[in-house]
């Protein structure tokens, strides 16, 4: 049997920043396109088009790409005070000293055209995935990479030695045991000086292993698992993390945002594109194709991964696939349980520009993954016949 490894990485980490700006400049750009609108096809949010990049190292922040919006969301939306949020909501510090640089350009008119004809606004392959293996339906490997973070970063409020840059990664040997644990967590100096004498790092790193095993390992993995299985900040101190220790950029985590190594990956990153970008909503909507599939267990399905393709400009997709872990092809099933997978068929199943629905904001997507999570309207179990 296989081995399966998966990471994560905390909101704290760069990439993870720049997901996250790029996604809160989208949420505020369809709230006031909802606040706005008024009936204005230039306002309104179904009108509205964004594809934003943001690059970010030490305190300047850089968010550029393309965008269609009425004037008066152009004019109220103060990307500075969204970044600045950001930062300080991921835990970085002095928000006032970061500096926002803003080169958002206005939307390739030929690109605006397919999108405006319902067309898919760039060619691609999007995947979707889900295993009966889990109560979330994602790969275990994943799951525990993703809470052993979330349990890390959670620590904060009572350790404030725990910064906000993490990352994790879980091995499961060829039974699905855990059998290694890989953790690089930032802190404060205080862990690695002693009467304020630097100390070497591997002092430092049995230190941070000593304080995490009873917080977040026994807990997760129980008191019997061997510690000499768990590493921690192999390079010895982390003092300096985020974007101060490296760039940002959004997109480098699309493994992580999506299903871990196991799965392949299609199309490109989520993160910064309005529902119309299939990369993000076809995306989406493989997954609800495939959570659904796997519960209903469709010809005995356990694991179904499902692929999607787009012509750019085109309506219909260029095909669609769906199969078993054991091979079977239950694609005819999908095309006549989900007809329209158009990009205007998959906004609207999913009210992705969220007229009805406002739980969620895709800047929560930018953390700890795009799948995985109830309150998302592609987790939830479409209502098909079997």
């Known amino acids: 049997m296989r081995k399966f490894t998966a990471e994560h990485v905390s909101q704290g980490h760069p990439d993870k920043f720049a997901d996250q700006f790029a996604d809160a400049v989208l949420d505020e750009a369809i709230a006031l396109a ?45 990307v ?25 350009q206005m939307q390739s008119p030929e690109l605006q055209a397919n999108a405006d004809r319902d067309g898919a606004g760039d060619q691609g392959i999007m995947v979707g995935y889900a295993t009966r293996a889990t109560r979330s339906m994602m790969p275990p490997e994943w799951e525990l990479a993703r809470d052993l973070c979330r349990d890390i970063i959670d620590l904060r409020t009572e350790h404030g030695w725990i910064q906000a840059d993490a990352k994790t990664q879980v091995t499961l040997d060829d039974e699905g045991r855990p059998s290694r644990i890989v953790i690089a967590v930032q802190h404060d100096e205080s862990v690695v000086k002693r009467n304020g004498i630097a100390v ?5 790193c049995n230190e941070i292993k000593q304080r995490l095993m009873p917080l977040v390992i026994t807990p997760m993995f129980g008191a019997d698992f061997d510690p000499d299985l768990v590493s921690v900040n192999g ?37 910064g594109k309005d529902p119309t970008k299939v990369d993000r909503s076809a995306a989406y909507m493989a997954r ?28 219909a997709p260029e095909m669609v696939t769906a199969v078993t872990e054991t091979g079977a092809d239950i694609s005819d099933w999908v095309m006549s349980r989900f007809p329209d997978l158009s990009p205007r068929g998959i906004i609207e199943s999913l009210d992705l520009w969220r007229m009805r629905d406002r739980s969620w904001r895709y800047q929560d997507t930018a953390s700890f993954g795009h799948y995985g999570n109830d309150r998302y309207p592609w987790e939830q179990i479409a209502d098909v016949a079997d």
């Open 80 to 104: 500075g005070a969204i970044g600045r949020k950001v930062w300080a909501d991921v835990g970085y510090p002095d928000p006032d000293m970061v500096t926002v640089l803003n080169h958002i």
């Open 200 to 204: 070497d790092n591997m002092a430092t």
């Open 34 to 78: 909802h606040e706005h609108g008024n009936g204005s096809d230039e306002n309104a949010a179904p009108s509205q088009r964004a594809a934003f990049e943001v690059l970010a190292k030490d305190r300047v922040v850089m968010i550029s790409g393309e965008a269609r919006m009425g004037p008066a969301i152009r004019a109220a939306l103060d």
């Open 288 to 315: 609800r194709i495939a959570r659904t599939a796997a519960h209903m267990g469709i010809r005995g399905a356990n694991e179904v991964t499902v692929q999607i393709a787009y012509c750019i400009g085109k309506v």
């Open 235 to 271: 390079s010895g101190s982390f003092v300096i993390g985020g974007t101060i220790g490296d760039a940002g950029v959004v997109g480098r985590k699309i493994v992580v945002d999506a299903y871990g190594p196991r799965v392949p990956v299609g199309g490109g990153a989520y993160s």
